[in-house]
């Protein structure tokens, strides 16, 4: 058994990261032989039945953990924390782009004790510049496998560091089910209601404005049709947090439909159960779309990154569903929401082989561990 540093977007108030964090604990328990996790963050969610898990940050308010005291004061304590781990496991989300951060977890790999460094699950760049795209190939030569969750991500691993060995696998949370023992509650009654989940803009509020604006328009069209909007806060974060642009949108629409506005909650296992109660969802944000995923629950995609289109494209989400940019004209995202409620929505990618496909990460992560060369058969195999 040994220790495992688990090094994410940790701990922020986000449901698609406290899904990772739990599929990742998971893993690391289930085929790593971990007996403890060592986990960057200040505080976890509600994760019951995982691997033991140390936060190694110290609780900070969330409106000072940009602050530069703060940051400085975490960055010792990832070193600190890595010495004496045996290895260093990089768990999902897009965490691979800015020189600054790279240039942290270079130093975190080579603290710690032991080797056999992982990335499952992840976005790779775009990078903020040359830099950046250096340290990352300095860093990626340390690993042992990349598994990438998209093929852009996994031509940049490869170009960075043909020796690696990489793979295309999938997101992690198609395993969240598995990892917590939880089924989406789509059994009980009826479904009912439309989700939505937006995305705050942290440099341009008027886009923001622009979202809301779109969205009240679209509902405006036929909102006697609609029994319930739910709001669901993905990002509890004080400063950049959902709970704003959600309050706003309320306003704009209180008058013609009834509204239920959820904050935070976190334990992702409570969130993925209320999503699969819904009859439809609107889903700014990438993992309230792949949580409607895993509840099979009718989704309109709205992208405001490249990792939005290219869940869309691995999903193979119709093209009626899927809307390039997250303040599209109300008449568009009426009939895509249209499209998505009467059927024409569904995935072209069966929930099963997604379930396969994150759990590629696993496998292929467990056999790099005991041998460079035989990861490298098994990814070709794999291919």
């Not at 997101?171 to 995305?199: F, Q, S, W």
Request: glycine fraction near 10%; include cysteine.
């Amino acid at each position: 058994m040994s220790k495992i540093f688990l090094s994410g977007f940790y701990g922020m108030r986000n449901t698609g990261d406290d899904a990772l964090l739990a599929v990742s604990a998971w893993g690391a328990q289930t085929y790593l032989d971990a007996d403890s996790c060592r986990v960057t963050a200040g505080e976890l969610p509600r994760l019951p039945g995982l691997a033991q898990l140390s936060p190694i940050f110290r609780p900070a308010p969330a409106a000072h953990d940009h602050d530069r005291g703060v940051r400085m004061e975490r960055r010792l304590r990832s070193f600190g924390a890595a010495l004496g781990t045996r290895r260093v496991l990089f768990g999902g989300g897009s965490v691979f782009h800015t020189h600054g951060d790279l240039r942290d977890k270079l130093i975190v790999t080579r603290c710690s004790g032991g080797s056999g460094h992982l990335a499952l699950g992840v976005g790779v760049g775009p990078f903020r510049d040359t830099r950046a795209e250096r340290t990352c190939a300095e860093l990626f030569k340390r690993f042992a496998f990349i598994g990438t969750r998209d093929a852009e991500s996994l031509e940049i691993a490869r170009t960075l560091a043909p020796d690696t060995p990489s793979a295309q696998t999938f997101d992690l949370a198609p395993l969240l089910g598995e990892a917590l023992n939880v089924a989406p509650d789509t059994a009980r009654g009826t479904r009912r209601g439309i989700g939505i989940a937006l995305c705050k803009d942290e440099h341009a509020s008027d886009r923001d404005a622009r979202v809301v604006d779109s969205i009240a328009r679209a509902i405006g069209r036929d909102a006697g049709a609609i029994d319930e909007i739910v709001l669901i806060d993905f990002n509890g974060h004080e400063r950049l947090g959902d709970h704003p642009l959600h309050r706003a949108l309320a306003e704009r629409i209180a008058s013609s439909v009834p509204i239920r506005h959820l904050p935070y909650d976190p334990n992702p296992a409570a969130v993925l159960k209320t999503i699969g109660r819904l009859r439809g969802m609107v889903a700014m944000r990438l993992h309230a779309a792949v949580f409607a995923y895993l509840a099979r629950t009718p989704t309109v995609l709205l992208s405001y990154h490249p990792k939005c289109m290219g869940w869309a494209r691995d999903a193979r989400l119709p093209a009626a569903v899927v809307l390039d940019r997250p303040d599209p004209a109300p008449e568009a995202l009426y009939a895509a929401l249209e499209a998505a409620l009467t059927g024409g929505g569904k995935p072209g990618l069966a929930l099963p082989s997604a379930i396969a496909a994150a759990r590629q990460n696993w496998l292929l992560a467990a056999r790099a561990v005991t041998g460079v060369g035989t990861v490298r058969q098994a990814v070709r195999a794999a291919l």
